[in-house]
Every structure is written in structure tokens, then in C-alpha cells.
């Protein structure tokens, strides 16, 4: 099936929509899925997709999706660049890391299991 710039084609992905990674077939027609079904060779799922999965397509292509990054500045929110609602995410984040450096890393010094196990959380972190 062709397209009007003659870009169709099938790409190989991963369903984005939770932790299962089922894995997904999408036909593409430019930038636009013209279909959604399961990849019978995905190793996790064989195929398989959930109601989320099989419904990609519709979510893609919601007028409603959000496109761009977003900031609120009082009671408006307003489209900015990735660069620019990357540091937005620095300006925010970065006090609060500098309040709880002590805290972080008592808690993340040491192997995963000793960070994971029981004993760890009687520690206060």
C-alpha cells in the first residue's frame, strides 16, 4: 500500500503502555500507524497485545495528545522546546537534590541487596 510519499513500511517495537513489553508489528504510512498488532516472534508476548496494546493507533492520533512539552507558569500552561523544559526540570529539581544529598546517598551507599534487604529499611531512608 503506498502513500502519497510512498513511505510505507513495518517497524518492530515494544508497547510503551506498562511493564508486560509486549511486543508490537506497527505498518507505518509516513508518520501515521495504520495498524497495530502483536509481533508473534517477540520472545515475552508471541503475539499477544492487550486491549492498550491494540489500541496504539487511536492514542497516536488523539487531536488531544499533548506533542510538546508543557509549563506552567502561574495558571497557564505554555508550549516550550525540549531544551527548554529540560532545564525547567533542572531548575525545579535541583534544589531539592541539594536539600537531600545527605539523606540520598546514606541510603544508595552500599550494594543493591544490602540496599533492598530488611535490615536496610530500619535505617530511616
Known amino acids: 500500500m503506498a502513500t502519497a510519499n510512498g513511505d510505507t513500511r513495518t517497524v518492530y517495537r515494544t508497547c510503551p503502555l506498562c ?5 508490537l508489528q ?3 504510512e509516513g508518520r501515521d ?9 517477540d520472545v515475552f508476548s508471541h ?6 496494546g491494540t489500541a496504539l493507533k487511536q492514542l497516536e492520533s488523539d487531536p488531544d495528545r499533548l506533542r ?3 509549563v506552567r507558569r502561574g495558571d497557564a500552561w505554555n508550549e516550550v522546546s525540549w531544551d527548554d523544559a529540560f532545564a525547567e526540570v533542572e531548575w525545579g529539581l535541583t534544589p531539592i537534590l541539594d ?3 545527605a539523606t540520598r546517598s546514606r541510603c544508595t551507599s552500599g550494594t ?8 536496610s529499611s530500619t535505617t530511616g531512608c
Open 112 to 119: 543493591r541487596t544490602s540496599t533492598t534487604s530488611p535490615a
Open 33 to 41: 500507524i495504520s495498524l497495530v498488532r502483536g509481533d508473534r516472534d
Open 26 to 28: 506497527l505498518r507505518l
Open 68 to 70: 510538546r512539552p508543557q
Open 99 to 101: 536539600r537531600t544529598a
Open 19 to 23: 511493564e508486560a513489553t509486549c511486543g
Open 47 to 52: 503475539g499477544f497485545l492487550c486491549p492498550k
